[in-house]
């Protein structure tokens, strides 16, 4: 998978991305809880609070040493729970690179709105795929995946430098030789990629396009029961695409083509001296 370390798109409404920022605290204090095992199983906490259709479905019910809340309510809580370090960073990621300029687009209140409803929407979109499947769903994958489109949407030219983490490790070995034999730069670019990720540029509507595009092709493959849930992504894309019109900011345009353009500010007038005492009056 593609992943993006960050983007130039300025923001204009909002000091700091405060719910953005209260997302990524909350997902990682949630994961350090559960990890800890201070509370119990890691895998029987999240079986509690996962989405699992045939529980929503009252075609089956959780084992009574299992603790969670209504079958309802895990199309928000299973939002905050992630499976390993590797699952709860790459979201993280994509959720701090993007997050922070949907929010300044969106609003603080009308963000974490949107945030939340395209998990539930995202979840419901799952269950209905797999209605049968009794595989638990967790991770914030789903509402990212609304926030990438809305990204998609709000900043499509939007430069999104990023990194592909299989290429990445093929290629340190080139950067450690580099790093060996003064005479070549370690900095210097190979085919346009700058290491040691030998990241690249892509604007926003190619970078997040393709990795929508890699979302429906691993939902066409992988379907519901694969370990990632490729159809809460796909669930997720589509709210996000439907949803962010109507959470964005009146003032603030789709497709926003950059920065605001600053009026030059107007030339100021030419002084007028008063002709001195000494100087005499022009002739008639």
Known sequence: MVMPLYDDAPLRHL???????????????????????????????????AIIPRILFGEANLADWVVGPPPAATLVTALFFHSSLLHL????????????????????????LFYLSCGVVAGVFYIYATPHSITPLVGASSAISGVCAAFLLLYPRATVTGFFPPLTMIMLPYWFITLADRSRPPTR???????????????G??????????????????????HVAWMAHVGGIVAGLVL?????????????????AVPPAPA?????????????????
């Open 189 to 203: 670019k190979l085919m346009g990629l700058k290491p040691p990720l030998f990241s690249f540029h892509a604007s």
């Open 15 to 49: 000091k700091r991305p405060l719910v953005n920022h209260a997302l990524i605290a909350v997902n990682v204090l949630v994961f350090l809880i559960v990890q800890s095992e201070l509370l119990g199983d890691p895998l029987t906490i999240m079986r509690g609070f």
């Open 244 to 260: 962010t019109p109507i959470f964005k900011r009146r003032r603030h345009p789709l497709f926003d083509r950059g920065p605001l």
């Open 268 to 284: 100021p007038a030419p002084e007028h001296t008063p002709p001195s005492q000494d100087q005499a009056p022009p002739a008639p």
């Open 205 to 226: 509507f190619l970078f997040i396009g393709a990795w929508i595009v890699l979302q429906l092709v691993n939902a066409s493959w992988g379907g519901g029961e694969s």
């Open 89 to 112: 960073l790459s979201n993280m990621l994509f959720l701090y690179v993007f997050g922070d300029n949907v929010e300044d687009a969106m609003g603080s209140l009308h963000y974490l």
